[in-house]
C-alpha cells in the first residue's frame, strides 16, 4: 500500500497541543498535548467522566474544542491543522485515512445493511464503481477479522456482539487508513471475546502498521495492545509515560488507586 | 385578481360538499379519488375527458386557484430549482383541497405555471382516464379555465404521477412530477440534517451501497421504481416513483421537468438538455426493464407496458401504460385479429 512507502518518522502523525473542551462552566478535557507517532498505539484510561471520550471526540475532529490545535500530517507530507480545513476536507480525511471504532457497533455500522455492504460503503464513498471488486474487496476483510465468508450477505443485527465489532473493525480498515480511533472497543464483550478481539487488534495494528488511539477504562486492555498510555482525570491528563512503566510503577496518587482497583481473579 | 367578494365564494365548499354519504363510502383503493373541489353550489365544469376545456374559470378562484402571492413564492423556488438542477428547492408548500401524497406537490407547480393560454395534460400511471388525472384535469379546467387536453403533442404543460409520456417531450413542454419523497437518500439516512450535509459536500457512495445490497441480495439492481439519478454531474436525485424504463428520458430531454412534492416541501427540477445518468456499477450496468410481447391492444413494442387482469382464471394481458399512445396507435393502424 502506497501510504507506507512515504511514512518518515520525523514528524508526528498527530500532535495535539493545549486541547481543551467546556461545556459552560464545566471542564470536558482541559489542556491536553501530546504527539501521536505513526505505526503508534496510545491508550488514555482514566474513570467514568474523566474526559476520555471528549478527548477522544475532539482530536478525531467530530467535536470541535473550545481552545486548542490538532495538526495532522496528510499523506502528501503537509500537516493541517484539522479544524482549519473545510468540513468536506475533514469528512473526507474521516472516511479515508482515519477510522473511528464505536464502543456500541450500532453508531458504527449499519444494521440494515449487510456485512459486505457496510465493508464496501467506504469504498463506494471514494469512488470505487465495480461491484465484484468491491465484494472481493469485502471478503478478503472479512476473512481478515475473522468472520465466515458465507456471512457476507447477512445483516450485522443477525451478528453476536463479538462478530460486530469486528466487522466494524474490517469496515474501518478497508480504505487503509494510517490512524484508528477506538471509544472502549471492548467493553460489553464477554472476557473470551475480548481476548480474542484484541488479539485480532493487536495483529492487526502491527501488520498495517497502524497508528490507534484508544480510550478504555480497563487496564487489562491498555496493558495488552497500547505503547503508550495516558490517565485522565477530571479531564486532565495527570501521568503520561510507556504503558508497562505506568502500570507497574505507577507515580501519581490516582494512577496507584486505579492500578490497585484492578480486581484480581 | 386577487381582490373578490367572499359572497361569492360557496360557503361549505370543502368540508360540506358530499356530506356523509361520501364519508361512509368504502376507502377507495386508487389515488385522487378524494380530488374533487366540487361546490354544491357551483355550476359544474365540463368534464375534460375527451379533451377540450370547458374554456372559463370559475370566478369565485383566482387564477389556478392559489393566489398570487404563493404563486410568486413557489416559481421564485422553481428557478432556483432550475438553477441548480437537481437540489431540493424548499418552499413553502399550502394546504391545497386534496390530501397529501394524491399530488398537491404537482398541483401546486401546476398552478404556479400555468397561463391562460396554456393546454393542460394531466396523467396517472401513464393513463388520462384515472380518477387522479380525471380530478387534477377538471380541477384546473374550472379553476383556470385553460384548455385540457389527452393528447400528449397537443399539450403545453403535463401534469403526471409515476410515468414520462412515451411520446418525445419538445421544448415548449413542461413536464411537473408528483413527488411522494424528493430525497433520494431518506431511507439510507433518515437524519434531513444529514442528509443535506451530503448532497452539500457531495458525499454519495452511500446510494452505491443501496444498488450493492440489490446485487448482493438478488443477483442483480432490483430497484425498478425512483431509481436515483445523478443530475448535471452534481446532485443525486430521486426522480420520483416513475419506473426506471423512463429514466433515459430525462436525460438531455428538450423540455422542462419540474418536481413538486408537497407534504416534504420541496421542489426541483431537471433544465432542458441536462445530464441526467443513473446511477449503476461498471459490471452491473444501467437496465430498463423489457416486455417480450407487445401490447395486446395497440401492438406496440418498446414501451412500457401494464399488466391487467381481466378474469378471475388467470386471463391476463399486458397493455400500454400510456392511453394516449395507444389511442393513438389504434386509431392510426387498426390492430388485426
Redesign the interface.
Known sequence: MPHHTSLDNDTPLLRASGVSRFYGSRIGCHDVSFELWPGEVLAIVGESGSGKTTLLNCLSGRLTPTAGVVEYRMRDGTVRGIFSMSEAERRFLARTDWGFVHQDARDGLRMTVSAGGNVGERLMAVGARNYGAIRGEALDWLERVEIAADRVDDRPDTFSGGMRQRLQIARNLVTGPRLVFMDEPTSGLDVSVQARLLDLLRGLVADLGLAAIVVTHDLAVARMISHRLMVMRGGEVIETGLTDQVLDDPRSAYAQLLVASVLQP | MTERDTSSLPSPSWGGAGGGARSERPRAERKGDAVRPAAPTAPSPTLPHEGGGSGHADTAYNFAYLDEQTKRMIRRAILKGIAIPGYQVPFASREMPMPYGWGTGGVQVTAAILGPDDTLKVIDQGSDDTTNAVAIRGFFARTAGVTTTTSTQDATVIQTRHRIPERTLTENQVLVFQVPIPEPLRF?EPRETETR?MHA??????M??KL??D???HGHIATTYAYPVLVDGRYVMDPSPIPKFDNPKMNRSDALMLFGAGREQRIYAIPPHTDVKSL?????PFEVQRFEEPCALCGSTGVYLDEIVTDDKGGRMFVCSDSDLCEEQRAGQPVDA
Do not use: S
Open positions: 439510507l450535509k459536500l457531495e458525499e454519495y457512495g452511500i452505491h451501497v450493492y445490497e446485487i448482493a441480495r449503476d456499477f461498471e459490471d452491473h
